[in-house]
């Protein structure tokens, strides 16, 4: 394979004909899953209506999997993961087949099941540690195309305050809660990139790396999620608790609150002075006190898949504070009003596997990112969860998709 002729450390230079040389030379299958994350995040379809004329993320998809069964060198990968995303699967099933209106759980199993199949797809796929840096470079410039665009037009309406906050492209990361998510996500990778690559790169692409997690933090604080900012706090606290005794971290970390504090516009500080008491605290209260309700009304099946919506309408209608229900607004009790304890239970291993410690090879300690970056990254996810209902986006399958694969190159096998 040409991609194992190319040296990790030629790939950390940045160099487009490098880069290019490993990409012509690799498999299909790999190529397909690069199609796919490319469309996914950046979605120039979205972007440029005209190239809207075919479904490009299925069509990846399906051409990602094709390559991966015709490919006779391919050696199916094990992961501690794995099993818990299959018990998972499972309990959805078990879930629709009980639930209270089946067509429903039914009609939205894609919302899972697609997840699943990606996530195999990439474990099978990113087998090789150039594939890893190549696979990660694309999240991170897609991420950075959004980050860069919305912090500039943040910046440009003198860092002020709306309702909407930011407004990601069409698809998982528009609305401004989602979007903060994903800076949660790919903030703490864009940063160890960045830091990792120092030495190899010019100053003017290393200037332009830095600017990855800081036009990420900068949306995470325009973007108008509380829960987004709650999860910021919580990453920068769990990431620097051991080292705060050090004058020179303290002194560090202090200057980057006050400079997010800073930055932060004035409504959004008010929002945070009235938690519990806006409108849109008490509808979620509300929902998290329905859906422990619905948990132990039935605690072996819960309502159904994707059933919570149409049970509060009919059973809670007094707990509407708007015209229409939604989502739980919190991942653990979407998960466990819609699939019971069993799912809950399976979700929530899910997470300690996925944050679980675990050593490592001694090549890690110079690889693009530590394993410690994606649990950072997966900590700012768990914490602004607790405010929407996020479970099937691509946050956590996509960061558990890369965990396996790290797993998969650089566990110590002993």
Request: aromatic share 20%; net charge positive.
């Amino acid at each position: 394979m040409i991609s194992e002729k190319v040296p990790v450390a030629e790939l950390y230079k940045l160099e487009l004909k490098t880069w290019w040389v490993f990409f012509k030379g690799e498999s299909f299958a790999f190529k397909m899953i690069c199609g796919y994350l490319f469309v996914e995040y950046v979605r120039p379809q979205s972007i440029l209506p005209w190239l809207n004329f075919l479904p490009w993320a299925q069509v990846f998809v399906l051409g990602a999997l094709f390559g991966l069964l015709v490919d006779q060198d391919k050696k199916w990968v094990r992961s501690p993961i794995n099993k818990w995303i299959a018990l998972f699967g499972l309990s959805i099933l078990w879930s629709c087949y009980n639930a209270h209106y089946p067509s429903l759980s039914w009609s939205n199993l894609s919302s899972f099941y697609t997840w699943f199949i990606i996530y195999f797809l990439i474990i099978n796929i990113v087998t090789t540690q150039q594939r890893f840096i190549f696979f990660l470079a694309i999240f991170c410039l897609a991420s950075f195309k959004i980050s860069f665009s919305l912090a500039l037009t943040w910046a440009m309406r003198g860092f002020a305050f709306t309702s909407w906050g930011l407004k990601g492209p069409p698809g998982f990361f528009e609305n401004s809660g989602e979007l903060a998510i994903q800076m949660l996500v790919f903030w703490p990778i864009a940063l160890s990139v960045a830091l990792c690559l120092k030495p190899y790169v010019s100053k003017w692409k290393h200037k332009l790396l830095i600017l990855m997690p800081v036009t990420a933090v900068m949306v995470i604080l325009g973007a108008s999620s509380r829960g987004g900012q709650l999860g910021l706090l919580f990453q920068v606290f769990f990431n620097y608790t051991k080292q705060l005794l050090r004058l020179r971290v303290l002194f560090g970390v202090l200057l980057f609150g006050l400079l997010a504090w800073y930055f932060l516009p004035e409504q959004q500080k008010q929002r945070f002075e009235r938690v519990g008491e806006d409108r849109t605290s008490q509808q979620r209260l509300l929902y998290w006190e329905n859906g422990l309700d619905m948990m132990s009304e039935f605690p072996a099946t819960g309502v159904g898949f994707f059933n919570f919506i149409r049970y509060y309408e009919i059973n809670y209608p007094d707990d509407m504070l708007y015209d229409n229900a939604q989502l739980a607004h919190n991942i653990f009790i979407q998960v466990g009003a819609d699939l019971g304890y069993p799912g809950l239970i399976i979700y929530v291993l899910l997470c300690f596997a996925l944050l679980r410690p675990r050593k490592f090879d001694s090549t890690t300690e110079s690889f693009l990112v530590s394993y410690s970056t994606f649990r950072f990254s997966l900590i700012g996810f768990f914490v602004a969860g607790q405010f929407v209902s996020v479970v099937y986006y691509p946050f956590l399958w996509v960061i558990a998709s890369f965990i396996s694969v790290y797993i998969n190159l650089f566990m110590r096998r002993s």
